[in-house]
């Protein structure tokens, strides 16, 4: 089986003017190479301004990459094709109200990529966010409704229906969960395993919180000063960490090594 | 071992478009010298509120309401505005989230921890004086573990990064020994790392200067192990408090045991399983449930839950539910 995306050599630098005629490069990711299958899920771990963030942005094309190529089922991705990529790599951001339009209701702004990317009619197209909406557990009727009238639970229901609408192979989320209350975080993780497991999603994600990324990734990339330090299954990675940083991202709270903790049954 | 802070039944009314609103409802707590105390809450629980009623941060808005508030053997509700802030002042200080939007972006660390510094504490004429004061602000920033003091002395909130910035914070709210540390939320949407090291200061802060700490947090797993009690907080009103390994290994309340479930502190959980969680949203302020709050997304909810429990205690452990998941006898 091939995989689904494939990333070879990419890499990002960003140049910026230092006094006269010197150009200064800076290098946010060195050359770095992995796959991810159908329906895997990749977590990325790093300390701030280790490259996590860039590689989310490379791979859904809000970044050009400086060298290397990505591939879509064995296929070249081009960096400048927006459409073929939108449609088939989304992403979703952490600040679920700021990446929402605030001017637009929900419905317009689902409705948007639609037109831009698909050729149906309106009443067809309306029936599509009708149901994206559902399967994101919320109702029609949130159709006409503006991004701040919505909880922040809501809110990133939303976006992970734009990311959705288009039924892509692959949703990049950067550190989607982080700014979440506790019960709401827990069933937005349960919505995106339940959409995974009926679409067959890859979902690539950043993420500070090692609890999380034991429960839901297959992989975990550890990220260093823009290199890739390990790459390896979580069970690996969890019994057999090579390096200190990767202990050091995976090692739960304080609290969990404190307490001896054993759930009540009822 | 005697309560330096005592609250019971605190209670803030706000006026919404939708009539008078209770945003916290009987809250009571307590806090004994040189503890550290956990309040956990969602957003909409209020608890920054509660930190704002106890720091006199108040608006005139609000109606606040209590049978005790005390710090010491002052009552905070009788003292007049000018009483109370002297008090505020001398014995309390308060850190909040993200330290780099709270300091002031125009003036220099340095002078602005310098100020901080009261003038009672300084000895000498005028010029010893200013020396005096930037000699302690050093040994402040070396009290909260920063090395080089004179280049974060030397620097503007954007310059540092969020983990130095948030002990400078800690730094200024220490300069005048502070018997009660009310830490809200201080590392919110901080990593791991830079995370446990604000942590490890403040219990260490705690331990070595007897200083009381009320930690509000918004999840489970930033409760660290040092503190010794902890409070569950569901919109305003108090569903759970008592020492904090018994709260994590034996709750009493609905609330709690979710809470613990949604944090991962289940052992057993199957990666990629679906996690336990409450059903629904938290309420907004217009839309109150009556009685338990938590009815609605509560999974033990029964009829009786249209009034408000009262606080049954076992031990040190008291929590407020109808129908708690060990069965008590409750003696009230």
């Given at each position: 089986m091939t995989d689904l995306l494939e990333v070879r050599n990419i890499s990002k630098y960003y140049s910026y003017k230092n006094g006269w005629l010197t150009p200064q490069r800076v290098c946010a990711l060195e050359p770095i190479s992995f796959s991810v299958k159908r329906g895997e899920t990749i977590a990325i771990m790093g300390e701030t301004g280790s490259g996590k963030s860039t590689i989310a942005k490379l791979i859904s094309g809000a970044e050009v990459p400086s060298s290397g190529e990505?591939?879509?089922?064995?296929?070249?991705?081009?960096?400048?094709?927006?459409?073929?990529?939108?449609?088939?790599?989304?992403?979703?951001?952490?600040?679920?109200?700021?990446?929402?339009?605030?001017?637009?209701?929900?419905?317009?702004?689902?409705?948007?990529?639609?037109?831009?990317?698909?050729?149906?009619?309106?009443?067809?197209?309306?029936?599509?966010?009708?149901?994206?909406?559902?399967?994101?557990?919320?109702?029609?009727?949130?159709?006409?409704?503006?991004?701040?009238?919505?909880?922040?639970?809501?809110?990133?229901?939303?976006?992970?229906?734009r990311a959705i609408i288009l039924e892509p192979q692959i949703i990049v989320a950067d550190e989607a969960f982080a700014a979440l209350d506790p019960s709401i975080r827990a069933q937005i993780i349960n919505l995106i395993?339940?959409?995974?497991?009926?679409?067959?999603?890859?979902?690539?994600?950043?993420?500070?919180?090692?609890?999380?990324?034991?429960h839901v990734a297959d992989k975990i990339l550890i990220m260093h000063r823009g290199k890739m330090i390990e790459f390896d299954s979580?069970?690996?990675?969890?019994?057999?960490?090579?390096?200190?940083?990767?202990?050091?991202?995976?090692?739960?709270?304080?609290?969990?090594?404190?307490?001896?903790?054993?759930?009540?049954?009822e | 071992m005697s309560n330096i802070l005592d609250i019971r039944n605190l209670t803030i009314e706000l006026e919404t478009s939708a009539g008078t609103v209770k945003v916290l409802d009987k809250l009571s707590l307590q806090l004994a010298e040189g503890e550290i105390h956990t309040l956990v809450g969602e957003s909409g629980s209020g608890k920054s509120l509660l930190a704002k009623a106890i720091m006199g941060f108040i608006n005139p808005r609000w109606k606040i309401t209590a049978d005790r508030l005390w710090w010491r053997h002052y009552d905070l509700l009788a003292l007049n505005p000018v009483q109370r802030r002297m008090i505020t002042g001398r014995d309390m200080a308060m850190i909040f989230q993200n330290p780099g939007s709270y300091l002031d972006p125009n003036t220099k660390l340095g002078n602005q921890l310098r100020e901080t510094i009261p003038q009672s504490e300084l000895k000498g004429i005028y010029l010893r004086r200013k020396a005096n004061r930037t000699v302690r602000a050093e040994r402040l920033l070396h009290r909260v573990g920063i090395k080089d003091a004179e280049k974060v002395m030397n620097s503007y909130p954007h310059q540092l990064s969020e983990g130095v910035a948030q002990k400078v914070s800690i730094a200024m709210a220490i300069a005048h020994n502070p018997k009660l540390l009310i830490a809200d939320e201080p590392t919110t949407a901080m990593e791991p790392n830079t995370r446990n090291q604000i942590y490890r200061l403040l219990a260490k802060l705690s331990a070595s200067q007897g200083m009381s700490i009320l930690?509000?947090?918004?999840?489970?797993?930033?409760?660290?192990p040092e503190s010794q009690r902890m409070s569950l907080v569901y919109c305003g009103q108090l569903m759970e408090t008592g020492?904090?390994?018994?709260?994590?290994?034996?709750?009493?309340?609905?609330?709690?045991?979710?809470?613990?479930?949604?944090?991962?502190f289940n052992k057993e959980l199957v990666p990629k399983t679906r996690l336990p969680t409450l059903t629904g949203a938290i309420p907004t302020l217009q839309h109150m449930p009556i009685g338990c709050r938590l009815g609605p997304r509560c999974p033990k909810s029964r009829r009786a839950c249209i009034h408000q429990p009262r606080l049954s205690k076992v031990k040190q452990h008291q929590f407020a539910c109808h129908f708690p998941l060990i069965e008590v006898e409750t003696h009230d």
């Open positions: 990505i591939f879509l089922n064995g296929e070249l991705l081009d960096p400048n094709n927006h459409q073929q990529r939108c449609r088939e790599i989304r992403m979703i951001f952490q600040d679920s109200l700021r990446s929402l339009n605030p001017q637009l209701t929900i419905g317009k702004q689902l409705l948007e990529s639609l037109l831009f990317n698909t050729k149906w009619s309106a009443a067809e197209q309306q029936e599509h966010v009708y149901v994206t909406l559902q399967k994101v557990g919320l109702l029609p009727d949130h159709f006409d409704f503006y991004p701040h009238m919505l909880s922040s639970g809501q809110q990133q229901r939303v976006c992970i229906a395993l339940d959409l995974q497991e009926d679409m067959g999603i890859s979902f690539i994600f950043a993420s500070h919180s090692p609890e999380i990324v034991k979580t069970q690996a990675l969890l019994t057999n960490p090579k390096q200190q940083l990767t202990k050091m991202l995976l090692q739960s709270e304080q609290l969990n090594k404190a307490l001896k903790h054993t759930t009540t049954q | 930690m509000i947090t918004q999840d489970l797993t930033s409760v660290i020492p904090t390994e018994k709260i994590m290994t034996e709750p009493f309340h609905p609330y709690t045991d979710a809470m613990l479930q949604m944090s991962f």
